[in-house]
């Protein structure tokens, strides 16, 4: 069978199915190259002195992994000189990252969480890269408010994951395709088209250490999944955690799941734990698209309307009726 590469899937998404402009194609092509790149520092670890901490704080007061910061640099310069982009934003920096002017400007927004999970990149665990895409609103400026659109935007999503094996997985709003690289020839290929979450699960993933700070509904709902056969739900339930969020739903995408962020009373105050703009939306975006749900508790992660940048918010995805089912809990 030949093999499909990411290059020759996105030609024909343009060429072929008019999915995708020049400009997108070419900024996947160079997220996946940067993502290639991260891979391979990732994979040197101690060998090129990069894991533990870079000695500074990101813009959410969390201490930055050398890695982070290479990441984001990585990020950054991959894409700032190829045209297609008007500005990028990430997790790593407080305000949005102009494209100098030395570089022809595009029309995408590209907003990124350089390295997500990074606090386990030190114990050798499963890390990625998360990535959306938008338009910069006609007549705009790439200032922080033309980033503030909501999910339902985005024209593209993906995340990377690297773990056992470097995946990239990609919505186009078509449907949620997984490539492989392949080191050998240090080329991402189209591993599983048309991804669908299955829909009836008996796991879920959580930080049961914050169970007593959290609301009502997600203490009913996790407490009738814990009660096993003999409880409302009539099965068992398992428990997984990786703490990378990449990871996590990369497993709901593979074998279906519930993956919960919940608002607590620990997180109140902030909003919740993960990043509207580039952690839940992209998120969100690929579960939908694989045919699962996200929400906040109370609303569709997709459809709200962003704050600000480094807005947190509380997130629920992955199999669409356990989605729903917690989501009730909440209107109850
Ligand atoms: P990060 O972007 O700073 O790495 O934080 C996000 C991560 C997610 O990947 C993961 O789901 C969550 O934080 C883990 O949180 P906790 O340490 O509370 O389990
Ligand atoms: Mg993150």
Known sequence: MRSVTLSRFLIEEQRDKNVISPDLRLLIEVVSRACKAISIAI?????????????????????????DVISNEILLDANEWGGHLA?????????????PNRYPKGEYLLLFDPLDGSSNIDVNVSVGTIFSVLR????MDPNEQAFLQPGTRQVCAGYAVYGPTTLLVLTLGDGVNVFTLDREFG?????????????ETREFAINASNSRY???????YVDELLAGKDGPRGQDFNMRWVASMVADVHRILSRGGIFMYPIDSKTRAQGGK??????????????????GAATDGRRRILDIQP????????????????????????GQ
């Open 136 to 139: 910069c609103p006609e007549g």
């Open 187 to 199: 080329r991402f290929v189209l591993t599983q088209g048309d991804v669908k979450i299955p829909e």
């Open 214 to 220: 959290w609301e009502e509904p997600v203490k009913r």
């Open 274 to 291: 993960l990043r509207l703009m580039y952690e839940a939306n992209p998120m969100a975006m690929i579960v939908e698209q694989a045919g």
């Open 87 to 99: 500005g990028m934003a990430s997790e790593e920096m407080e305000l949005p990252h102009a494209i």
């Open 43 to 67: 994979g040197k670890g101690s060998l090129a002195g990069v894991l533990g901490s870079a000695g500074s704080d990101n813009v959410q007061g969390e201490v930055q992994k050398k890695l």
């Open 307 to 330: 704050e600000k940048l480094h807005q947190r918010v509380p997130v629920i995805l992955g199999s669409k009726r356990e989605v729903e089912r917690i989501t009730s809990y909440h």
